[in-house]
């Protein structure tokens, strides 16, 4: 059995969005074996089990991640993640990946891919809301498929925009109010919000929306108000509904799983579609076990090894 390290280097990300939009399309097809994430709630924060099958690659397995919101307190990431690799014909395992980055830029591929189908522009003013990690790997991966003009940023932390700014040097970079990140072209949410942070009268026609942030029960970025106005569609209903942006308003009662628009696989294969440009656009993502496979089928080829014995 290998162990594998530093896996995020050397990546290419256009490869990384290629592979995992070929899982949303293999998802949209149904030809992926994945039931939706365990949850199991922890004092500070929870952690998820997610396993599947992806026949189109030849691979199997499951991932094992963490959400700890105050790991900052103690210079941890946030986000952490396990992913271990099973033998087809036997269930042996063959592979332990260190996931944590691999997660991280999984997210951002799906972000990409959704943009991609989905911006009715090809040329975009990036609203960003939220400068963490997840925020860098949205636009990183977004750039790799949409001409980014400029980015508008709104974060809590002044700081934290100046050192995302930094980060994104190659673009015109305004520290904005979180109406005016908005007033954009597509728009990346990416907190850890229970309260909506985004209005509806905040967002005009032709918008895209990447709703990352809400990714547990509970959470939600977005104005339930918004979700009425615009085309729904989620990586996997069971678990939008579950946890992703749509789960708090179908819970109350504001918005119901039936005007949910369809999957991303489904726009991907060109089943589904935005119905116009002026549309509004959600991609409701919690991440799916599925992309975690498509990255670390690249990660086995890339990242540095070491040898375990097993069994």
Known sequence: MQYF?????GLDLAQVNRSVESAFADHGRGLVQMPPKVYITLPDGDFRTMPAYL????????????VHPKNSRWGLPTVMALTIIL?????????IINATRLTDMRTGAAGAVAAKHLSPKKEIVLGVIGTGRQAEAQVAAISRELNIRELRVWGRNPDHVRKFA???MEY???AVSAEKACDCDLLVTTTPSTTPIIRSEWIHDGTHINA?????????ELDPTLLRRA????????????????????????????????TLGEVVIGKKRRSGPDA???????GLAIQDLAIAKIAMQHGRQIELPFP
Not at 87 to 95: F, I, K, M, S, W
Not at 212 to 220: L, N, R, S, T, V
């Open 87 to 95: 033998d087809l014909a036997t269930g042996q395992p063959v592979a």
């Open 212 to 220: 990352i942030g809400a990714d547990a029960p509970g959470k939600e």
């Open 172 to 174: 015109p970079c305004m």
């Open 55 to 66: 026949p189109s690659l030849s691979i199997a397995g499951v991932k094992i991640v963490n």
């Open 5 to 9: 390290t530093d896996t995020d280097m």
């Open 166 to 168: 930094d980060r994104f």
């Open 280 to 286: 509004i656009t959600i991609f409701d993502s919690t």
């Open 231 to 262: 085309q729904v569609f989620v990586d996997d209903p069971a678990q939008a509904i579950h946890s992703g942006e749509v789960n708090v308003p179908i819970s109350r009662g504001l918005y119901r799983a039936d005007e949910i628009a369809g």
